[in-house]
């Protein structure tokens, strides 16, 4: 522990450094902004005109679909941030997690280290081990919703830009948008062109990277597009107690392939159809899990003894049909999507010394009454098949009247499996691989897992198989009225009926339990928004948002119950977008006030193993955004943003914390030294206690913070473009990025042996980019240096609710990464 403690002192140190560093630059360029507003000309540029002009990057106009229509970023009435390809390149984003910093109130982590996991605001998806819960974020590749949020696992491909909207989206996307929607909009196909490019990245722990497409032309009515990607590199983490690996099994390592084939086919300019096949599958060790009271102080170091491996497969199929009326444009999208993954995991991130260590207990009046069966181990599988149709009419854009009208249907379907063993030796001493498997091998028959199968002690002390489905309904519309050149009002409705079934068998169940569910919900939105000045608009909303709920797999509960209740969300939102300095300073700035009930979360039921999720009935999130690009003398641009955001839980629930539930148990499982764990299930006594103990523990939420929701994210970046002549340029970019700590779980801030069980520590990260342009302007050469200071930085923390453990995964250590690409 003493460990710890010095690794936290000197992280905190290093946070309140670069958070001056960082917020010197960004609070400098944002009073500099705010100067600027609403001033036709630019005092400050203009001794510029004597100067050379500048080389640095412009900053651009992005169209954008938040609105299910095109429209520009600038003119756009939300809190959106679009990020272009070159962008995304520039920081070496290559799948979700690698978002983090650059998007205002966005927190992306991972889960028993197999899933993303999405916050914006504080809203996001806190019951990751209930696979009938529903995100918070809604997905979306080219206008498609993606149902199984383990569909973020897959890296993106061909990127034209990221859309990231903040905010409920509950009118024109309906359900699972409560904190917002994240849209992935890829390359098109063209007709009559032929390019393409091919990118190649190599560097540090054997990274190794291709990334190309090409558009081909067929006749003057088809095109097609086919883009493909595949990446390695060694893990950036080591479990250093894996026998025969001399401490250096891979863990956060990749091996994935990733293609996509689009076909378009447009006979003239009201008709156009596209059709899309996607793949993409993986190959890895697990994702790094460290425990919190891992003895080994470097972050990329495990004390671990549990080979694990993932694997994954994702499939999607998609067709995208337009048709011009003139007074309106009629789209339909429809899509089946299978995703696929299997695996096993370290649940506790240890070996075995140190798991009795830490999580067993030998009763000190009574050396005989000792538990130790803590080692956590999990094989998994999740398979899951969706199909979404949905089709939308919207009149032409600057018309007195714009209109939307829309409808949406999914089905979804999901199979779920686990055996999860707790353990204080291997069968075969030293050998993890002799822990028999029951789950993995067959991954879809239920008569073969967990006691199905049983090999002496070693069976599964949980396992469960689950079938889940999912139908959802809605119809919706939207429609902004011109009241005058410069006054807008708009007005939206959605109903949305969903509905879904549970069938859970856990543990030895005699026949599985059925649980079913509907849920109907009305969700809107009010805005107005004027142009203050030519290129200044302000903008308030009031607006909902709707998260189904569904059932519970957990087979016996007394406390938490079969089912859960929905989230809803209302909204209060005003903002300013404005571009000023003849394009070269823009400043966009976003307050919102969320009244938010029924909050999901993972709870702890009082008999132990039984947990589920619950509802916490209110919470009030509140902030201030604030997004900067200005373009600066002397070839120098400098991006940013800043966010200031506080919660609180308003309404009164009584829970117990898993943690804290873990420490009852094992001192009264100690008591029945031959049951161990199953004594809840084998003896009335045990449970007695047990439940009468963990009832003891609740305690009152009211007054806790929202769970992801730092108070404070900064990131800045100051570049430079060197003008070397004949078209060629040379640009360095320096990033610094701050997070400050939060709690990753509705528990607050719970201290056990000196560890705050449920923060996340703050951070700073410094990141370097550099990039030369040839005067081909078909070639690119770029290197870039990410975590340039080898920080321990802790991108997420995850609390097993049915083991009590948590566990972090780290930013990955300093890495360089060297990349060519060719544009033709």
Known sequence: MRNWDRISGADSRLVARGLRGVCMVSATALTFGA???????????????????????????????????????????????????????????????????????????????????????????????????????????????????????????????????????????????????????????????????????AGMYALGQFEGALNLPIGDTLAVRIAAQGTHHDGYARATNVPGTNGNYALSNENSLHGRITLLFQPDD????????????????????????????????????????????????????????????????????????????????????????????????????????????????????????????????????????????????????????AINSFPTTGDPGSLLNQLYPIVT?????????????YYPYFYSYSYLTRHSWSLYGQATAHLSSSLRLTGGVRYTHDSNTTSICDYACGAPVNVALSNTAWTGKVGVEYDVAARTMAYGSWSTGFK???????????????????????????????TQAGGKLRLNLAGFYYFYNNLQFEGEDAIAYQGGVANIPAMHVYGIEAEMNAVLPAGFRFDGNLTVEGSKMTGHYQLLDNITGYNIDKKIFAQYPSLGD??????????AQDVAARSSAYYDVYGNPAPNLPSV????????????????????????????????????????????????????????????????????????????????????????????????????????????????
Request: one cysteine or more; charged letters at 15%.
């Open 713 to 824: 994210t900064a990131t800045g970046t100051l570049s430079h473009t060197l003008d070397l002549g004949n078209g060629s340029s040379f640009l360095t970019a320096v990033q610094g990025e701050y997070r400050h700590s939060y709690v990753n779980a509705p528990y607050g801030d719970v201290v056990i042996d000196g560890v705050h069980v449920y923060r996340t520590p703050g951070y700073v990260l410094w990141n370097l980019s550099l990039r030369y342009k040839p005067s081909d302007p078909r070639l690119t050469f770029s290197a870039s240096v990410k975590n340039v200071f080898n920080t321990g930085a802790v991108l997420g923390q995850f609390t097993n609710q049915f083991g009590g453990e948590v566990t972090r995964q780290y930013e990955p250590p300093r890495r360089l990464i060297v990349s060519a690409e060719y544009k033709f």
């Open 445 to 457: 028959d239920p008569n073969a897992l967990g006691f199905g199968g049983n090999n002496g002690f």
């Open 548 to 578: 189904p709920g569904g059932g519970n797999i957990s087979a016996t509960p007394i406390v938490l119950g079969y089912t859960y209740n929905p989230e809803t969300i209302k909204a209060w939102e005003l903002g300013i977008k404005t």
């Open 270 to 421: 009201k008709f156009s159809l596209e059709l899309r096949a996607e793949y993409a599958r993986a190959r890895n060790h697990e994702t790094e899990g460290k425990n919190i009271f891992d003895p080994n102080p470097n972050p990329w170091q495990q004390t671990s003894d549990w080979p694990g491996r993932i694997e994954y497969d994702n499939d999607l199929f998609s067709a995208t049909a337009s048709y011009d009326f003139g007074f309106a444009k009629l789209k339909a999208l429809g899509s089946w999507q299978m995703v696929r993954q299997n695996g096993s995991v370290n649940e506790d991130g240890l070996d075995v010394a140190n798991a009795v260590a830490i999580y067993g207990y030998t009763d000190p009046t009574n050396p005989a009454n000792v538990y130790n069966d803590v080692h956590d181990i999990q094989y998994f599988f999740h398979r899951s098949t969706a199909r979404t149709a949905e089709i939308d009419l919207a009149s032409p854009g600057g018309q007195t009247i714009d209109w939307i009208v829309g409808g949406f249907y999914l089905s979804s379907d999901y199979r779920v499996g686990y055996d999860q063993y």
């Open 35 to 201: 100067l600027m507003l609403g001033m036709a000309a630019a005092p400050a540029f203009a001794a510029e005109a004597s100067a050379p002009a500048d080389s640095a990057a412009p900053i651009t106009d992005i169209v954008v679909t938040a609105q299910k229509r095109e429209s520009n970023v600038q003119k756009t009435p939300l809190a959106i941030t679009a990020l272009p390809a070159e962008l995304l390149k520039q920081n070496a984003v290559a799948d979700a997690v690698d978002l983090n910093g650059l998007v205002p109130g966005l927190v992306v982590s991972t889960s028993e280290g197999f899933e993303r996991n999405l916050a914006i605001r504080g809203i996001g998806f806190n019951v990751p081990q209930n696979d009938s819960a529903q995100p918070s974020i809604s997905y979306h590749v080219d206008g498609v919703y993606i149902a199984n949020p383990v569909a973020l696992n897959t890296n993106f491909l061909d990127v034209d830009h990221l859309e990231v909207v903040r905010g409920p989206q509950g009118t024109v996307y309906g359900q699972n948008s409560t904190g917002g929607t994240v849209n992935l909009v890829t390359v098109q196909p063209k007709l009559g062109q032929t390019t393409g490019f091919l990118k190649v990245d």
């Open 678 to 687: 199953t004594c809840v299930f084998a003896s009335p006594t045990c449970a």
